[in-house]
Nanobody
């Protein structure tokens, strides 16, 4: 069974950077979309960024210009480079990989932005 494992979260000061990684434990064929979501305490999970198999990207307005998503379909890995972090970026970040038949979620990694 395929599992997604996120890494790279942690505590960072405002204005700092983090790079999240999400790797699949097994092979995932015919990937359609790789994405990052986040969920802050007391809030609903929201889409942060996504990238399709053709390379098209989407960013939430709140992260445009600060976050960059990239993916390696051959390695079943997706990254999220986060720059100029703000306290409101504090959340648990989840990766998601979808194919035509399945959607896989990671277990989440905590990102805390605080001085």
């Amino acid at each position: 069974q395929v599992q997604l494992v996120e890494s790279g979260g942690g505590l960072v000061q405002p204005g700092g950077s983090l790079r999240l990684s999400c790797a699949a434990s097994g092979s995932i064929f015919s990937i359609n979309v790789m994405a990052w979501y986040r969920q802050a305490p007391g809030k609903e999970r929201e889409l942060v960024a996504s990238i399709t198999s053709s390379g098209s990207t989407y960013y939430a307005d709140s992260v445009k210009g600060r976050f960059t998503i990239s993916g390696d379909n051959a390695k079943n890995t997706v990254y999220l480079q986060m720059n100029s972090l703000k306290p409101e970026d504090t959340a648990v970040y989840f990766c998601r990989i979808t194919t035509m038949k399945f959607a896989y979620w990671g277990q989440g990694t905590q990102v805390t932005v605080s001085s």
